[in-house]
């Protein structure tokens, strides 16, 4: 208990200590390595990648997950990170960035009173057990789930991105696909079914999704009875198929093994379901639906393997079709195991952006991004990349691709159903689509051709909104305006050229609240200066008695209640201490008359109520106190002024 205690604040330090930085991938990566591995196997990958998104390094979250081992193989308390070094050095700090690695590769002081990190160390607890990079594919699904955790609280990101190599990529599935009665085990938020995974996509190279029975691999040092060899295991005998993948009873398990606890909750005992049935996931715990897949295998030299994983047996597939069927691709290479973690050509093709509007990565003003135009699957050279924003605010939204050399041809705008508003070919080193629209969410699309992307280079883009001019008004209706409170009410209210014929350069609907006032955005209209129209079901037509001045990104305000010169022409009558728009326009012909006081007898006389247009006072009663309003304005000849 005591060290669960400990590191449970270092993990809260962790975040804590987050720092604001731009960011330039959509989501963080996080790169889980293989088998008896290291962070520093991906130096070569990350390297290029810091270049493309301005980031200096990776950041690195140190594990342990041999912790105890010899007491008992419970993944909890076998699951550390311990903030310092042997040198008291604060080695598990990580900032906001792009860019995340996992390190299994460690060990630590044994201490619990003052846990210490053994950075790159493969000691194992005693004798007969696994080096933490060796250890249960069980654990390494728990210890990327503290990371995907850190990474979130720390960038604010709604999702990141996994890239596993070997191994690695059996822990991420692991994370995602793990279920305790019927709840999902390791996501962020088990509770939601759809999105509380946290994932956009996920990047597998020389996975063995299918599993391996190789026993050595050239140049790399594995220990053959560890819990890993054991969870990647296709078959035990010719009549027992490998637990972990394909589900088996724990006592069939052979003895070899350190131990035969696949699930690590210290009993041996269990019947395991496997995460794959055939060749694809087990639908019982099946992959999610809504993360694209993408499994990179290779077959390096034909000779039909990688020198550690069967080449079909490097990807989910159902009748040769990559798996999950509709959201995975395939890509495929012809380096061996050790060197995919550097085949960046391959790993940057992976990295591709979404080519479904489904899955269209999120972005937000004010950040700059970058995305790549890579060769798909089955060597198509054409590239689409889909991006999706939202802005709660009416007005411009400007979509802005900088590439030289980067393979770009065509930019796009588009609604969230994916119709097309604006569209064009990208020409120079920097183009835009842009629009006014009104507040939702909107789609961006930039599409390629990687034949002319040979050196892999990025594209830069952003998305900026200017919100159309606002304007803050304050009107009282004579008839719904009682002293201390006004009716609510609808009101529409055009904005009008300043110069002969007064076109109509925009309009909004709003409603007064009970002090009479709204605050409205308009979509279409430019920065300038315009007449203010008003216009009521019952109240006579009303302009302002000068042009106002809106602009974007800023909300105008303009009075009309506090001085009767405010309305064009002085058209307004004081009541209750207000300027207040006459009432009794029934039929809005800009002038009240005799018509209108008959309209208002009729509906009186037949008992009519309801939102009516002669029912002056807002009461939804038309009455004899609705007739005297309009027939005493008719007695005076009241009638609109306009420019």
Not at 157 to 175: F, N, P
Not at 229 to 253: H, P
Not at 344 to 369: C, H, M, V
Not at 533 to 548: D, G, I, K, M
Request: net charge negative; hydrophobic share 35%.
């Amino acid at each position: 208990m005591k060290i669960k205690i400990i590191l449970t604040l270092f993990f809260l330090f962790e975040v804590n200590l987050a720092i604001s930085q731009s960011s330039n991938s959509p989501y963080p990566v996080i790169f889980v390595h293989g088998l008896n591995s290291d962070n520093t196997t991906w130096n070569t990958v990350i390297s290029q990648l810091a270049g493309t998104w301005s980031v200096s390094d990776s950041n690195v979250l140190h594990f342990v997950i041999n912790a105890r081992g010899g007491d008992t193989t419970q993944y909890l308390p076998d699951v550390l990170f311990p903030l310092k070094d042997v040198s008291g050095n604060n080695v598990n700090l990580m900032s906001k960035s792009d860019i995340y690695a996992i390190n299994f590769g460690n060990f630590w002081n044994r201490n619990p009173a003052d846990p210490r990190i053994l950075l790159y160390n493969n000691s194992t607890p005693g004798s007969s057990q696994s080096p933490s990079n060796q250890s249960a594919i069980y654990k390494q699904g728990f210890a990327l789930k503290i990371m995907i955790d850190s990474v979130l609280k720390i960038t604010g990101a709604k999702k990141v991105i996994l890239l596993g190599h070997s191994m690695g990529g059996l822990a991420i599935r692991e994370y995602l696909q793990r279920k305790e009665n019927g709840i999902h085990k390791w996501w962020i938020d088990p509770y939601d079914t759809v999105n509380g995974h946290k994932v956009a996509k996920v990047i597998t190279t020389g996975t063995p999704h299918l599993g391996t029975n190789v026993t050595s691999i050239p140049f790399v040092s594995i220990d053959n009875n560890s819990e890993a060899m054991r969870d990647m295991k296709i078959t035990f005998s010719s009549s027992q198929y490998g637990a972990y993948l394909f589900g088996n009873i724990e006592t069939n398990v052979p003895s070899n093994y350190y131990n035969q606890d696949v699930n690590c909750n210290g009993i041996q005992t269990d019947t395991i379901a496997g995460i794959d049935t055939l060749s694809n996931d087990n639908p019982e715990f099946a992959l999610p639906g809504n993360i694209f897949y993408t499994w990179i295998t290779s077959n390096y030299l034909g000779l039909g393997t990688d020198l550690a994983v069967p080449f079909n047996n490097q990807r989910l597939y159902i009748n040769q079709n990559p798996a999950p069927l509709g959201v995975a691709d395939t890509i495929r290479t012809n380096k061996n195991h050790i060197q995919q973690t550097s085949d960046t050509r391959s790993l940057i093709r992976g990295l591709d952006e979404p080519d479904k509007k489904d899955f269209a990565y999120e972005i937000f003003a004010g950040k700059n991004y970058s995305g790549f135009i890579t060769l798909k699957s089955n060597t198509v050279v054409s590239d689409t990349d889909f991006y999706k924003t939202e802005t709660g605010l009416a007005g411009e939204i400007i979509f802005k691709v900088n590439s030289s050399n980067a393979g770009v041809s065509t930019i796009a705008l588009l609604s969230e159903s994916g119709s097309l508003i604006q569209s064009k070919n990208f020409s120079g080193t920097s183009d835009s689509v842009m629009a006014v629209k009104e507040s939702g969410k909107y789609l961006m699309r930039v599409t390629g051709n990687s034949s002319n992307n040979q050196n892999q280079n990025s594209y830069g883009f952003f998305v900026r909104f200017i919100s159309s001019p606002a304007l803050h008004l304050y009107v009282s209706l004579e008839g719904m305006w009682n002293g201390n409170y006004h009716v609510n009410d609808s009101l529409r209210i055009f904005l009008r050229e300043n110069f002969s014929p007064y076109n109509k350069a925009d309009s909004a609907i709003v409603v007064l609240d009970s002090t009479g006032s709204a605050v409205m955005q308009f979509t279409f209209s430019l920065n300038g200066n315009y007449y203010i129209q008003l216009l009521h079901r019952n109240a006579l037509e009303t302009w302002s008695s000068v042009p106002v001045s809106v602009s974007a990104d800023n909300t105008a305000s303009f009075d009309f209640t506090d001085s009767q010169s405010k309305a064009y022409g002085d058209n307004m009558i004081f009541k209750s201490g207000r300027w207040c728009l006459y009432s009794g326009d029934v039929n809005s012909d800009r002038v009240i008359d005799g018509t209108d006081a008959n309209l208002i007898d009729n509906d009186a006389g037949s008992f009519i109520t309801g939102y009516l247009s002669t029912d002056l006072n807002g009461d939804e009663i038309v009455e004899a106190y609705d007739a005297a309003l309009a027939e005493n304005n008719a007695a005076n000849f009241i009638n609109a002024v306009i420019p």
